[in-house]
C-alpha cells in the first residue's frame, strides 16, 4: 500500500505561483496530478512517467510536474495562476505504466488533495 501525502495549497491572487508537493511511502510508479471543483469531474492535468511529462492544455507553459526521486516527491510548479485555476489538487500514482491522463480510474493510489483558491 502507498500513502500519498499532498501540501501546498493556498489562497493566492491571480497571478500568483504556488508550489505543490507530494509526498509517496514506498514505490508509487507513474505519478499525476488531479484536480476537480464543486460540481465537475476529476480532471487529470500533468503526468510524470519515467521522466516523461505530459500537460493538459490548459495547463501548458504555465505549470510543471517534477519529480524528486531521492526523497519520492512528486511536486506541480505553479506560475500565473487563473481564478479558474481554483480547485482541490489530488495526486494519483500507479505503480504499473499509465495510457495517459483521461481515466482517473487507472490510477490505484490517490492522496486527500490539497486546496488551492485563487482570486481575481
Known amino acids: 500500500q502507498v500513502q500519498l501525502v499532498e501540501s501546498g495549497g493556498d489562497s493566492v491572487v491571480a497571478g500568483g505561483s504556488l508550489r505543490l508537493s507530494c509526498s509517496a511511502s514506498?514505490?508509487?510508479?507513474?505519478m499525476a496530478w488531479f484536480r476537480q471543483s464543486p460540481g465537475k469531474e476529476r480532471e487529470g492535468i500533468a503526468l510524470?512517467?519515467?521522466?516523461?511529462?505530459t500537460y493538459v492544455d490548459s495547463i501548458k507553459g504555465r505549470f510543471t510536474i517534477t519529480k524528486d526521486r531521492a526523497e519520492n516527491t512528486l511536486y506541480l510548479e505553479m506560475y500565473n495562476l487563473k481564478p479558474e485555476d481554483t480547485a482541490m489538487y489530488y495526486c494519483?500514482?500507479?505503480?504499473?505504466?499509465?495510457?495517459?491522463?483521461?481515466?482517473?480510474?487507472?490510477?490505484?493510489?490517490w492522496g486527500r488533495g490539497t486546496q488551492v483558491t485563487v482570486s481575481s
Open positions: 494519483a500514482a500507479n505503480p504499473w505504466p499509465v495510457a495517459g491522463l483521461s481515466d482517473p480510474n487507472v490510477f490505484a493510489y
Open positions: 514506498g514505490y508509487a510508479g507513474y
Open positions: 510524470y512517467s519515467r521522466g516523461t511529462t
